[in-house]
Structures are given as C-alpha cells and as structure tokens.
C-alpha cells in the first residue's frame, strides 16, 4: 500500500473576535429577555385554550396540534405549504442541468456523446477532472460497475463501485421500507400524530431513500423521475388550494370545513382536517424528494468555466436557460 | 426549571451565530443556519411547556379525566407546536435552497471558502 500523506486540517475563518463579540452581545441581549418571558407556571394564552376548547366540538378530532395545523391555522399551513414549494422550485431551477432530462441522476451521458462529437476530451482538462468524471461516472451506473458487491471479496481495497449495498443492506431495507411506508401513510390517513401530513411526508422520502441507498437509483428510477414527482407535487399543490377555497365557496370562509365530521376516533372524523392533511402529504412527501434528488443529481455538471468565454465570467452562477447549442 | 431550555436555546443559536460569521467554509455557515433554526425549534416547544401538564391530545387523558376537564386543564400550549411545525419545514426549504445555492458556487469557482467567492466584489 502507498503511504496516504497526512491529512492536515486547514480551516481558514474570519475575524473571530468580532464573531465572539457579536455572539456573546446577542447572547446576553437574549438571555435577558429571556429571563423575562413567561415561564411554565403561566396561563395557557387565549388562542390555546379556544385550540384546546373547540378540537372536539367543533371538529371531532382528539388532536388539537392537527387541529391547529389544518383547521384554525389554516391559512397559515397554506401559506407554508406555498413556502415550501417556491423553494423546491427554487432548488429545482438552480440544480437544473443545460439540456432537459428524464431522471434525476446518470443523465448527463447524452452530454458526453455531444462533448466527445465537438472535439472536447475530458482529458484535455487535465488529470484530476478527468479522474473526477470517472468517479463520478462509475458512481452514477455508467462505468464498469457490477449490480451488487456481493462478489467482492470483503477487504478489497479500492472504493465499492457497485450500485446497490451490500446483502446485509439490502435485506434491513427490504425489511424496513414496508413496515416504515404503513406508519408514513397511518400517520397522514389517520391524523393521530402533530401535523399529519409534514411528518408523514418526511417519513415518505425516508423510505424513497432507503430503498434509493440500498439498491441504487436503477431501482428507484421509475418512479422517481421528474416528471412524475412533479406532477405529483403540483397535483398535491393543487388539491390543497381546493380544499382551501371550496370553504370559501361553500361556507363562505378560506379554510373553513365543508365536509360532514365523521365520528370521533375514526378515520373520517375532523372533516377537511384529513383531507388536507393527506394533500399535505403528497405535497410535502414529493417536495423534499424533489429536493433531495434534485441535489443529489446536480454536482454532476462539469460546465466548461475554466475556459469559457467570457461572457460568464462575472454571473455567479450558470445560466439558467439551456443553450441552444455547443458554445465553443 | 424551564428557564434551562431557554438558555440552551440562547446558547445554541449564539453557537450557531458564531459560526455563520466566523466560518468561512460555506457548508459550515449553512450548518451554523441549521443550528440557530434549531435553537427556535427548542425554544417553541420550551415556551409550550407547562408545569404538570400533559400533551395536547384528547384521547384518553391519563388521570381519569374526560377530555373536556383536559380541555381546560394543565395541557402544553398546541398552538407552539404548530408553530414548530411549521419552523422545521421553512428550515429544511432554507438549508434545500442554500445547499443547492453552494453546490453550484462550488462548480464555478471550485472552491467553498467564502472569501475567495469575490465576483460580487466591489
């Protein structure tokens, strides 16, 4: 083995003195005022006990957090909800690559045809890019990489380059992913917990990345494609602003309940509060996985900067309009 | 004494603070951003909190009370959480949007310090 030259940390920081000054300035400006709040022994504020006071009554539902979220609040979970998609919009516009794509991550290899066509070699940039684009390459599924590393023997040295993990892995996913996408979809469907549908959207991506760790994006790949998970999300966006207006519309009031309250402790109990919740989770589970995936596909876009013309040169960052053809 | 919790929210976000102005390796500023929403998620739920009391849910409250005696007894606030709720999801928008925001940074000026990302300069 070649001996690995020590990795020396070098972290460079800013005026640290100024950043103790203005920590600690804040700090104690902070402390004091809260040394001033209200403390455990103080009286439920009014808008808690009217959240408390009309859970059951007004909405048949033994949840007044949900209560609170869906129903009181409304307006506010909407606004979030609107919040949360500008910025996986946001996120989706900035990790977006220079030419459309169908998947999220091993599709820049139609770029590579298009790269090698006008005469541009990755190995003309130098060594370490190309060594760069190889890894990523092989980590992507496009190099010379075996389904699972199975048949490595254990200890080889050199990185795993197989897509999936190992039969250990696997197994733990494969064991996991169900039991964890029957508690993600309890959670919204029944309501029973804090907000519903935020954190059954949460537990969603987790098994959406579970199963992409475990097994690779060639087995997740179609059903997580752009495409499809967008239009998912805007369908979940879209269900909420109806849920939303239709109070309007029907009982004059944004947010106000339309639907017959079903009997306590049960499925259909809380009126519109399942309904959005269960939007929410639509809208909540395919925008972080959006915004997950979408991260996780970008970083792959070795744009020429190096060599560019100059017309980039001060833009902070690429365009964000496909060009319409090979620039050099 | 839940004037603890208030001060290790102080203290957290003052930790983060300090990252966010001292680092200058991108990623750290973004984990010192987590840190300071981190703090209010610890300082909602703090304010919450109640002596004696039990979570706002009105199944079958423990004591043998009904859920109406619940209603208007010792409960934690239900309205913070909500707003803990929604603290954690403009937090994970903020810290999608950044780190998106830095990897593409990253690809063009190949580094993550912040100091050498001068193209705004002057």
């Known amino acids: 083995m070649k001996d690995i030259p020590e990795v020396v940390e070098h972290e460079p920081s800013h005026r640290r003195a100024v950043g103790v000054l203005m920590a600690a300035v804040v700090g104690g400006l902070l402390t004091v005022a809260m040394l001033a709040l209200p403390r455990e022994n103080a009286p439920l504020p009014g808008i808690a006990r009217y959240a408390m006071s009309v859970a059951l009554p007004k909405w048949h539902t033994t949840e007044p957090v949900s209560e609170v979220v869906y129903g009181t609040r409304g307006f506010d979970t909407f606004g979030e909800t609107f919040l949360l998609l500008a910025a996986v919009v946001g996120t989706m516009t900035i990790a977006r690559r220079r030419e459309p794509r169908q998947g999220f991550i091993g599709e820049e290899l139609a770029g590579w045809r298009e790269q090698r066509r006008i005469g541009e070699s990755p190995a003309a940039e130098g060594d370490t890019e190309a060594e760069a684009r190889q890894a990523d390459a092989w980590e992507q599924g496009s190099g010379p990489q075996s389904a699972t590393p199975d048949e490595t023997p254990l200890g080889a040295p050199g990185p795993e380059r197989a897509a999936a993990m190992t039969v250990v892995v696997r197994a733990s996913v494969r064991a996991i992913a169900p039991v964890l996408l029957m508690a993600g979809l309890y959670l919204a469907a029944w309501g029973y917990s804090p907000g519903g549908g935020f954190p059954a959207g949460a537990v969603l991506l987790g098994v959406v990345l579970f199963v992409y760790v475990g097994y690779g994006y060639r087995r997740v790949e179609r059903v997580i494609r752009p495409d499809v998970v967008e239009t998912l999300e805007l369908f979940g966006a879209l269900a909420i602003v109806a849920i939303e207006v239709l109070g309007l519309v029907l009982k004059g009031s944004f947010s106000a309940n339309f639907l017959p309250l079903g009997p306590v402790g049960t499925i259909r109990s809380g009126g519109i509060l399942p309904a959005f919740s269960d939007a929410e989770f639509i809208e909540v589970g395919t925008g972080l996985t959006l915004a997950v995936f979408g991260l996780l596909g970008m970083g792959h876009d070795w744009s020429r900067d190096q060599g560019e013309p100059a017309e980039r040169g001060s833009a902070g960052t690429d365009p964000p309009f496909p060009k319409s053809g090979p620039s050099t | ?122």
């Open chain 2, 1 to 122: 004494m839940i004037v603890g919790n208030y001060l290790a929210g102080v203290a957290l976000f003052c930790i983060g603070l300090y990252a966010v102005l001292t680092k200058r390796n991108l990623i750290k500023i973004v984990m010192g951003l987590s840190l300071m929403e981190a703090s209010t998620y610890l300082l909602l739920l703090s304010f919450a909190y109640r002596a004696h009391s039990t979570a706002p849910v009105l199944l079958n409250p423990p004591n043998g009370q009904s859920a109406e005696q619940l209603a208007k007894g010792q409960v934690a606030d239900p309205v913070l959480q909500n707003i803990c709720l929604t603290a954690i999801v403009i937090g994970v928008a903020v810290t999608g949007v950044s780190l998106a925001v830095i990897v593409r940074i990253a690809q063009h000026y190949r580094t993550l310090d912040s100091d050498r990302v001068r193209a705004m300069r002057g």
